[in-house]
């Protein structure tokens, strides 16, 4: 899920029928690597899954989107 080893204090996710995006934030600290102790805040946007696709055999199995990550702190 996370590109960033994350302690995750809080998540958040929006859903946004009408512009057909899901977005979903992490925020937390980072737990290793170069910037550890650091503030992480990741943020996932997708195109709303059409929810029949779950229905089809296999499932929906990809799932294609922006992930935007800010690091502060350090």
């Known amino acids: 899920m996370s590109p960033i080893p994350l302690s995750s204090r809080e998540r958040h996710r929006l859903r946004s029928p009408a512009a057909a995006l899901l977005q ?4 937390g600290t980072v737990t290793a690597g170069e910037f550890t102790g650091a503030t992480a ?3 996932w ?3 709303l ?3 029949l696709q779950c229905l089809m055999p296999g ?3 990809v799932q294609d989107g922006t992930i935007a990550v800010q690091i ?3």
């Open 24 to 27: 979903n934030t992490a925020v």
């Open 41 to 43: 805040v990741i943020t």
């Open 45 to 47: 946007i997708y195109p």
């Open 49 to 51: 899954a059409n929810p």
């Open 59 to 61: 499932g929906l199995t």
């Open 72 to 74: 502060t702190g350090l």
